[in-house]
């Protein structure tokens, strides 16, 4: 009853914008009560993310991992599945990255090896989110529970082979050896070096394309195939998609693979772009923040960018904002972004109620108006 | 005994519920304009109208589900504001709602006095509900076991609990909404003599229903309600079904199914000794076996929850056959020969689901994404890789045209077309292929006046045009008027048979409660 009253626009568009602001706000007077000031702060935070180039290419940085994470979690979405595996489904997506490109790191270049490495990290991300998939289909064990636990299991598991297997001989920390400098992703420098601009140095590569080209391949899996109409019908109606034929119990396992396959891509943004090789916990958070970012852009690719450029923001400005205000430690920029997870993602209806009954007290003045 | 002018305080002529010009809009909807209804004081007053014609909005504003926007109400002649159930309560209104609110493992007399405890020791109120509920048992008539678990008694039973809890707040005046959905004839009935013996006593009961016989057997007056407003109020003696359903619909209607006898030939649907057992190893189909053949419609009658969803369900690949077999244009589906609902329908079999709710549409899609729904792999509407979406949308075009689907528009979003509408989408998505088996659940549940008209004529042209078609129905009428044979089915068994032109409403009704049990009182066979 209540998703008929309001227009589009106010619903994906006003909404999500107002929550933000009150995410702001309510940030706004913790640092108040730690002594700052809150303009200053916002205005940290807008210049660290966007007031310089390389503050922009940090953003969109960060940003090329939410997309990933986010479209991850919007597609089991869209099957009524709430994935919440997308932080082990990276890890260990980006576990499968790391090995296809020390294994061939010494005979191809980067453009040579990126299928072989999409494909390899595709694979695992793939079958780490195929087992709760399964649990799920055919044995009843809820995807929620089992994909946190999954999570553990993934860092536990890296760990493990990050210190005992992967660790660079004669080194310390547990990290892999550096793939070779050809087959690790051109950055946005060399890109832009090659037309003749010159931009400021971030780690901010090439996979920022193929997160794009993700939002298209899964707004065209979502909307304009059989698969995809058979995942939306699922996360509708189960029953009705039993009574149309469809196999449901396949169609979950292969949309929970479609998801785990697209969290792991951050593994190309990290392990074959940024960083170079295979760290620990490269992830950072990310496939969590996925969540927020799928809520906040209503599953929608589109939606997905642009919460993704706010919570890339979010991030890069937030590092900027501790670093120039001691008072304002790293923690209370994560206590930020979680005001602004809690509002857009926990209470992003909170606010629904009152914008209709305003909307209609608008709309119904106008309507008497015109009569 | 009407008397309009009578607005002073309470005398015994005004009437128990006046209601003046009310009315209430949900955003640009006027569900009620200027609805103005006396209820006289110890009377049957029944108000008809099709879905969406106001009479919910109307009694959830009597009942203090929802404020009016303007209007008064006046309850024995004082004009009262009510803002919420208590308030109601509070005025003496109670209400039966279609669905019980009742706590299923509570004995009867917990049920009762829940949340209208006489003192806060539990012990205590137990006592004095005890007592008047004895009291309110024996004035009208209630005979229920006050200590029987609720959730073991019959629908019927379950009923007079819901009224007794009303009258036990102290009801006098009485709200049913639809009460006869679920029961069989004979608890119909009961309650009916129930609701004579409290007109007896001075209640006046409001009674809502879709149901015109109803009206016509039990009523002093009818109010009738189309598109938000009241368009007649008639004394239920001077009137007749047919006048009010033209009152209803706004122009005649054929109430009758208008078709020449069966022509039945070779069978084309076969269930051979189907068993079907839950999770819990209930059997929720009982070694069931029917045919349906060629030119004829089979109606499925019973109560509702005795097996017909279940049967449905296997007939059309949803649930796997467990045990016995479906034949299928001559294909045999059993154990070993496992099809899922898409092989059923290459098998040219159609299936209207029983809830299009919660099986036959999705409510969030475009109705162009509902009009391929079972049919989304068929090559018609696909490409090499994407869907054809043009094609899609073309398909639910012709389909609105063809079924006069309104509005036509393959764009709206499913849930926002009327409940007539969404299901003739529904039964044009079926239909349009000409299935040799057809199989509806409920054709016209949830379906106003005018559609089901329609409906009725398109299932009957298909069983012209020499296809097998099987109809499951709770509505009694519905099964005699539109089906050529019908079988009775009671605790996941068929229980009886018969041609059409021999049932009636006496006979079908002693096999749905299962009081045809003993085969010999009512000489019809039985399995």
């Not at chain 1, 499968?96 to 299928?115: K, Q, R, T, Y």
């Not at chain 2, 549409?361 to 869907?387: H, W, Y």
Request: hydrophobic share 50%; aromatic share 6%.
């Amino acid at each position: 009853m209540s998703n008929k009253t309001l227009p589009t626009w106010i619903d994906v568009g006003v909404i999500p914008l107002i929550n933000v602001c009150l995410a702001f706000l309510v940030s706004g007077f913790v640092i108040l009560l730690i002594g700052e000031s809150p303009l200053e702060a916002v205005q940290y935070m807008i210049t660290g993310a966007f007031g310089y180039a390389e503050g922009i290419g940090y953003t969109l940085y960060y940003s090329t991992n939410f997309i990933f994470t986010g479209l991850a979690v919007a597609v089991a979405f869209h099957a009524g599945l709430f994935n919440i595996g997308g932080e082990g489904q990276a890890y260990i997506g980006g576990l499968g990255v790391g090995l296809m490109c020390m294994s061939l790191d010494s005979f191809m270049p980067w453009w040579a090896l990126i299928p072989f490495a999409i494909a390899a990290g595709a694979a695992f991300g793939a079958a780490w989110a195929f087992i709760p998939a399964y649990l799920q289909a055919y044995r009843g064990s809820h995807v929620v529970i089992t994909t946190i636990m999954f999570n553990f299991i993934a860092s536990a598991l890296m760990v493990y082979l990050l210190v005992n297997v992967l660790i660079e001989p004669g080194t310390m920390s547990p990290q892999s050896r550096v793939i070779a400098d050809a087959a690790i992703l051109p950055s946005m420098k060399d890109v832009f070096a090659v037309f003749g601009v010159n931009i400021a140095n971030s780690p901010l590569n090439i996979a920022l394309f193929l997160a794009l080209i993700c939002c298209v391949l899964v707004w065209l899996l979502l909307w304009h195939t059989r698969l995809g109409y058979a995942i939306r019908m699922i996360g509708f109606n189960e029953q009705a998609a039993v009574y149309s034929g469809i196999n449901t119990r396949r169609t979950i396992v292969i949309t929970m693979c479609i998801s785990g396959a697209l969290a792991a891509m951050v593994g190309i943004n990290e392990v074959m772009g940024a960083q170079g090789r295979v760290l620990l916990d490269y992830v950072a958070g990310a496939g969590f923040t996925g969540i927020a970012v799928s809520l906040m852009g209503r599953n929608h690719p589109v939606g997905i960018i642009i919460a993704s450029l706010l919570f890339g923001a979010l991030y890069q400005g937030g590092a900027e904002l501790s670093f120039e205000v001691p008072s304002i430690t790293r923690d209370l920029v994560v206590v930020i972004q979680g005001l602004v997870i809690l509002f857009c993602g926990a209470l992003s209806l909170m606010i629904k109620p009152t914008i209709e009954k305003l909307f209609m007290k608008f709309f119904a003045a106008k309507e008497s108006a015109n009569v | 005994m009407l008397s309009q002018d009578n607005t002073s305080q309470g005398t015994d002529r005004s009437p128990a519920i006046d209601l003046r010009k009310i009315n209430k809009s949900f955003g640009p909807v006027k569900a009620n304009k200027n609805v103005d209804l006396i209820v006289a004081k110890g009377s049957i007053h029944g108000i008809v109208g099709e879905n969406g014609a106001g009479k919910s909005t109307l009694m959830s504003i009597l009942y203090g589900f929802y404020e009016a926007d303007s209007g008064e109400i006046w309850v024995n002649g004082k004009l009262t504001s009510i803002h919420s159930s208590k308030d109601a309560i509070a005025t003496g209104i109670g209400m039966v709602h279609q669905h019980f609110m009742l706590i299923d493992t509570f004995t009867v007399l917990e049920n009762v006095m829940l949340g209208a405890e006489q003192s806060s020791s539990l012990k205590q109120s137990k006592k004095s509900a005890r007592a008047e509920l004895q009291r309110l048992s024996v004035e009208f008539g209630l005979a229920v076991d006050p200590d029987a678990i609720t959730g073991d008694l019959a629908v019927g039973l379950q009923q007079r609990v819901e009224i007794l809890k009303a009258l036990y707040r102290g009801a006098e005046i009485l709200i049913l909404d639809e009460p006869t959905g679920v029961l069989t004839p004979q608890e119909v009935q009961q309650l009916f003599d129930i609701l004579s013996a409290l007109r007896e006593r001075g209640v006046s009961v409001m009674l809502i229903t879709h149901k015109l016989q109803e009206i016509i057997a039990i009523t002093d007056e009818v109010t009738v309600m189309r598109g938000g407003t009241m368009v007649a109020t008639r004394e239920t003696a001077k009137t007749n079904k047919e006048e009010l359903a033209e009152l209803m619909v706004g122009r005649k209607v054929l109430l009758e199914v208008d078709k020449e006898s069966a022509n039945p030939q070779q069978v084309l649907l076969e269930a051979v000794n189907l068993t079907l057992r839950d999770s819990a190893g209930v059997a929720r189909l009982d070694d069931v076996s029917l045919q349906v053949r060629a030119g004829e419609i089979v109606g499925i009658a019973g109560v509702s929850g005795n097996g017909q969803t279940e049967l449905l369900d296997v007939l059309s690949g949803i649930s796997a056959v467990q045990q016995g077999s479906v034949v299928l244009n001559g294909v045999t589906i059993d154990k070993d020969n496992v099809l899922n609902a898409k092989d059923f329908r290459h098998l040219s079999l159609g299936h209207v689901a029983e809830d299009r709710h919660k099986q036959g549409m999705v409510t969030q899609f475009s109705a162009r994404e509902c009009a391929i729904m079972g049919f989304q792999d068929e090559p018609e509407f696909n490409g090499r890789l994407l869907m054809d979406n043009a094609a899609v949308t073309e398909h639910c075009t012709n389909l609105m045209q063809q079924f006069d689907v309104r509005p036509n528009n393959p764009h709206l979003k499913a849930a926002n077309f009327s409940g007539g509408n969404q299901q003739k989408l529904c039964i044009a998505r079926e239909i349009e292929r000409q299935p040799k088996v057809l199989l509806v659940g409920q054709p016209t549940r949830g379906v106003d006046i005018g559609a089901i008209e329609f409906i009725h004529q398109q299932i009957v042209s298909l069983r012209d045009a020499g296809n097998a078609v099987l109809v499951v129905s709770v509505e009694l009428e519905e099964v005699m008027s539109l089906c050529d044979r019908i079988l009775v089915m009671f605790e996941g068994r068929i229980v009886g048979e018969m041609a059409a032109v021999d049932a009636d409403a006496q006979k079908l009704g002693l096999l749905m409660g299962n009081a045809g049990g003993d085969d010999s009182a009512t000489g019809v066979a039985t399995q």
